[in-house]
């Protein structure tokens, strides 16, 4: 963990993602990347030169995933978790019987993670995207629209006056898979019906 905590803190620095008196929201999605995300958060907080609150979000999207254990851990470790329903699921599958899901499902989320994150006080929302995630959105950009883009560690959305952070840019998947694993990360399955069959899961299996 102190090895992926240093790159963490390298990309606060590097990036100055986080200030003092922010209010961050963790988008916790069960998976790997933000259930380590909310860790390394935890962990920085005990010793970071600027004052921040955190909090974790899970937005329910209507597939009927079990949260339990993901409110267990946020209570041990105290951190105040808040589950947001939504209608994604049924908005994406049953109303508009999406083919290629994941555009307008990725839409949903973050205006609904970005509009409560709002709603519950934060200026930031902290996404658990790391270095392979970049690597792929590059590709995937290159491959489908024919352009070199890639996310920011930092960016401003001036319409909802947040700022979205990415504080794992520096980490390599490989750490995180293996750090969840030695401290046994409650994993939520991820429940999509798409899951495992999107472009983004194409352009991983070619790098």
């Known amino acids: 963990m102190q090895k992926i905590l240093s790159k963490f803190r390298k990309a ?7 200030e003092n008196g922010d209010k961050i929201a963790v988008g916790l999605s069960g998976g790997k990347d933000s259930i ?6 935890k962990k920085y907080q005990r010793f970071s ?12 999207t209507g597939m009927e995933s079990d949260f339990t254990k993901l409110k267990e851990m946020c209570t041990e ?11 994604i699921k049924e908005i994406v ?61 930092l960016t401003y959305l001036s319409r909802m006056d947040i700022h979205v952070i ?13 750090i969840a694993k030695k401290h046994n990360f409650p994993i939520i399955n991820n429940p999509c019906p798409a899951n495992g069959f999107t472009k983004r899961e194409y352009i991983k299996n070619l790098t």
């Not at 380590?36 to 958060?41: E, V």
């Not at 470790?77 to 209608?87: G, K, M, R, S």
Request: glycine letters at 4%; a negative charge; hydrophobic letters at 40%.
């Open 12 to 18: 606060v620095n590097d990036f100055k993602l986080i």
């Open 36 to 41: 380590t995300l909310l860790h390394l958060f």
């Open 49 to 60: 030169p600027e004052s921040f609150d955190l909090i974790a979000i899970i937005l329910d």
């Open 77 to 87: 470790i105290e951190v105040p978790l808040y589950i947001i329903q939504t209608h």
């Open 93 to 153: 599958f049953d109303i508009r019987e999406e083919k290629n899901p994941c555009s307008l499902c990725a839409k949903l989320r973050r205006g609904s993670l970005n509009d409560n994150a709002k709603k519950l006080g934060c200026n930031k929302v902290a996404l658990g995207h790391h270095k392979n995630d970049a690597i792929e959105t590059l590709l995937m950009s290159m491959f489908y629209e024919g352009r070199i883009n890639c996310f920011s560690p």
């Open 166 to 178: 990415r504080p794992m840019v520096y980490i390599d998947e490989l750490e995180i898979k293996n």
